[in-house]
């Protein structure tokens, strides 16, 4: 399988501390890839490298074989690489209406249309309601995105992202702090993802790697430990060792 | 999966409302045309308060849609109020409304290069920077006086009338009938700004810089696109008081104006493309006033007025509003009738 999205030899230094330490991660077409790795691994760390939130040290990420690495955040995005967010960024005065609206007519290459009325182009507004439907947003499309509930928060984080046509999504713990009433339908949504977009899922929560990914790679002190099927990873004992301890025991 | 139509219809009809024109707008412009005819003998003050409004207006365009601060708008006034005057000191451009256009392409250009100093920073540093430039560009009028007149300010303008048939006179009718044109015709041109993708971007780049990046938006250049636009906006409404008043001085860059501006957008509040207009009304209506009654002492009450607004907040005075409108809607005969039959029921 042709890789999407792929690094090469990715090192980042901050003053003198390694966070991404000779990195080469291969992101296959329509994988459903997760990293893992305890806390200060440097996953966030390879997603801001990912996105150009940060410029690497050294080596260089390709994109379809482009290298991309020289790419401001914006224009990555345009191409296809794009993010959620492990604490919600999100517009917080604008509706969840208005904010798929924005990110619809931006991937359409209207958002510089300084004339027309937002929501007079009935094609986009049918793209825009098939994705507010999609993530369950329909009861709330007119309420500022501030006053939502955490759980619609949560679920607007991956629509909009989804509104962008990624070809690649990085989603970083789309759960996180999810309450347990509610997560079904966050793990609904990103189960049920376009089978077209590759996705890097960075996440803790151990059952929704496993029921999800068809690939796991495992981050520890900002290098690659290892790679492979989720039974592999499951039966690895240095993954064991340093991370997943007893949570893996019964799986 | 395809959307339910009733359901697309609700979206865009949500959004059409969004930016359709409420019956309260259409009083207020109402009232500023009938302005022209009924105030007849206030059409000095409401001249300030046009091309005041309009300034006001584009500062908003920044404050209020993209959150740049600025403590020197007065810089893009001046430029284009100077450019105006010399326009037509030296007979270059004779067409008012024509100079006006010039002038604001002047400001613009001042507005585009400016545009990358304030790009980055936090609002202080965009303070200071904003501050800065005004004040060299003052220095730099009051160093010129050849071309500038210095402190003396630009002598012996005269505007020849507007699209060669509309004399200016002393008392300002024509001058606020056409400063009056033009913020109408600028507001309707910024009101459909701010309901567009476009706009909706600036709004989107305002509250949150890092995901408006990584939804494929260049915040830059969204950010210079608007500072620019705003720049001419403020151009011309110098180029204004220098058509109206065939004058221009070093006062035009003078810091207390840009401060004026900013007091007077956060009386009338930003954001809704109003406030600089009504913010406009309020201070010179004030200073009018107050003026009247204790000549030195006016800038008194408009500060007690501004930390009162800050301190408070306006969303607690519109609050402290409410028992008023409940009892106009009391007043509200139809209201009136619904609660008597109402209760009728009751009993």
Redesign the interface.
């Known amino acids: 399988m042709p890789a999407v999205l792929e690094t090469i030899s990715l090192v980042k230094q901050y003053n003198g501390i390694t966070a991404a330490d000779d990195v080469s991660l291969k992101i296959e077409k329509g994988a459903r890839h997760a990293l893992i790795g305890p806390n200060g691994a440097g996953k966030t760390t390879l997603i801001n490298l990912l ?1 150009g ?1 940060s410029r690497p040290t050294s080596g260089s990420i390709l994109l379809d074989g482009e290298d991309i690495s020289k790419l ?4 990555r ?2 191409r296809g690489v ?2 959620t ?1 492990q604490i919600n ?6 509706t969840p ?3 798929i ?3 619809v ?3 359409r290459g ?11 182009r ?1 094609d986009l ?2 793209e ?3 994705i ?3 993530f369950h947003l ?1 009861d709330v ?2 309420r500022r995105t501030a006053v939502l509930p955490y759980g619609k928060q949560r679920l607007l984080e991956i629509a ?2 989804i ?2 046509r990624p070809r690649v999504l990085l989603l970083d713990e789309p759960a996180a702090g999810v309450p347990e009433d509610e997560r079904h339908e966050i793990l609904a949504v990103v189960g049920a993802l376009p089978n077209d977009v590759s996705v890097l899922l960075i996440e803790h929560d151990m059952d929704l790697v496993f029921s999800f990914a068809d690939r796991i790679s495992v981050l520890v002190n900002g290098a690659l430990l290892t790679e492979g099927t989720p039974e592999e990873v499951a039966g690895d004992a240095r993954v064991k060792a340093v991370y997943l301890g007893e949570e893996l025991a019964d799986v | 999966m395809i959307p339910s139509p009733a359901a697309v219809h609700t979206a865009t009809e949500w959004l059409a409302t969004r930016a359709r024109w409420h019956p309260l707008e259409m009083a207020f412009w109402l009232a500023a045309f009938a302005a022209i005819y009924l105030l007849p003998d206030r059409h000095l003050i409401l001249t300030e308060i046009a091309w005041l409004g309009l300034f006001a207006l584009s500062l908003d365009l920044i404050l209020g849609y993209a959150g740049i601060i600025s403590l020197g708008h007065a810089a893009f006034f001046g430029v284009g109020a100077y450019t105006a005057a010399l326009l037509a000191k030296h007979e270059i451009i004779n067409e008012p409304a024509v100079a006006l256009l010039v002038s604001g392409f002047a400001a613009m250009a001042l507005g585009f290069v400016t545009s990358f100093l304030v790009l980055r920073g936090s609002d202080l540093t965009r303070l200071m920077v904003t501050l800065g430039v005004a004040l060299v560009l003052r220095e730099l009028a009051n160093r010129y006086g050849w071309l500038t007149g210095g402190a003396d300010g630009l002598q012996g303008v005269s505007i020849k009338p507007v699209l060669g048939m509309f004399r200016f006179d002393m008392f300002g009718h024509t001058g606020y009938a056409y400063c009056l044109a033009v913020l109408f015709i600028l507001f309707v041109i910024a009101r459909r700004v701010v309901n567009s993708p476009f706009g909706l971007s600036l709004l989107s780049v305002k509250s949150n810089p890092l995901r408006a990046s990584a939804i494929g938006i260049s915040v830059d250049a969204r950010l210079i696109a608007i500072y620019t636009v705003a720049a001419g906006y403020a151009g011309i409404a110098g180029a204004l008081l220098a058509q109206t008043t065939a004058f221009a001085s070093l006062e035009v860059f003078s810091f207390d104006r840009s401060a004026d501006l900013l007091l007077i957008l956060i009386i009338g509040g930003a954001g809704y493309l109003y406030g600089g207009l009504i913010g406009a009304i309020i201070f010179k209506f004030m200073q009018d006033y107050l003026s009247a009654l204790t000549p030195q002492y006016w800038p008194f009450w408009i500060g007690l007025v501004l930390v009162v607004i800050v301190l408070v907040g306006r969303d607690r005075m519109m609050s402290w509003a409410a028992p008023i409108r409940l009892i106009a809607e009391r007043l509200n005969w139809r209201a009136l009738a619904r609660q008597i039959i109402a209760s009728t029921k009751k009993v």
């Open positions: 996105t939130v401001s955040t914006h224009k995005a345009k794009v993010r967010f960024q999100l517009f917080n005065d604008l209406l208005e904010t609206g924005l990110a007519s931006e991937r209207q958002g510089l249309d300084w004339w027309r009325i937002v929501g007079s009935r507004m049918s825009v309601v098939e507010l439907e999609r329909t499309i007119d909009v992202a509104a962008c």
